[in-house]
C-alpha cells in the first residue's frame, strides 16, 4: 500500500515539475504569451461574440444643472437690510428642554432676520419689490452660508 503511494506522490511530484517548466518558459519567452492571450481570445469571441443587443441613441433632453445638484432640504434666512443665505437643515439642532439656545446668525446693528423658511434645493423663490417686479431664484442658487454668517445682499444676486 505504501509503495503505490509513494508512486502516486512520485508521478505527481513530475507532473507539476512538468507543469513548472512550461510556465517558465512562457514567462521567458513573450512570442509564447501572445500567441496565448490571441487563442484565449479568439475562443471567447467564439463562445459569446454575437451582434450588439443594446441600441446606442441620441439623448434629446440633455442633463441640466439641476439634475446635478442634490434635493435636500435647507433654511433659507433674509435679513430686514436684505441679506440672504441658505445654510443646511444639519447644522441646527434640536434645543432640549431648558436649554440654552445656540448662537444664531450675526447681523448689522439695526439688522435683524426678518424672513426663516425651510425650503429644498431644487424649489423657487419669489422676491417680489416695492415697484411691484417679481423675480424668481432657485433655492441652490443662492449661496451657502454657515449658520452665524450674515450671507450676501439679495440685490447681487438677483439679475
Avoid at 496565448?36 to 451582434?51: A, S, V
Avoid at 444643472?65 to 433659507?76: K, P, T
Wanted: charged share 35%.
Amino acid at each position: 500500500m505504501t509503495g503505490l503511494e509513494r508512486d502516486k506522490v512520485k508521478k505527481e511530484y513530475e507532473e507539476l515539475q512538468k507543469k513548472i517548466a512550461h510556465y517558465k518558459e512562457i514567462l521567458g519567452n513573450e512570442r509564447m504569451q501572445r500567441d496565448i492571450i490571441i487563442g484565449e481570445l479568439t475562443e471567447l469571441n467564439e463562445r459569446f461574440g454575437d451582434e450588439r443587443r443594446t441600441e446606442i441613441s441620441f439623448a434629446d433632453g440633455g442633463i441640466s444643472i439641476e439634475d446635478m445638484i442634490a434635493d435636500e432640504e435647507v433654511v433659507v434666512t433674509i435679513s430686514q437690510l436684505g441679506y440672504i443665505k441658505r445654510t443646511k437643515t444639519s447644522e441646527y439642532r434640536k434645543q432640549s428642554r431648558g436649554g440654552k439656545g445656540s448662537r444664531g446668525a450675526k447681523t448689522r446693528n439695526q439688522d435683524f432676520v426678518e424672513h426663516l423658511f425651510v425650503a429644498t434645493t431644487h424649489n423657487y423663490l419669489l422676491q417680489f419689490t416695492e415697484q411691484g417686479r417679481c423675480h424668481w431664484l432657485r433655492v441652490y442658487e443662492i449661496p451657502e452660508a454657515s449658520k452665524t454668517s450674515s450671507g450676501r445682499v439679495i440685490q447681487n444676486i438677483i439679475n
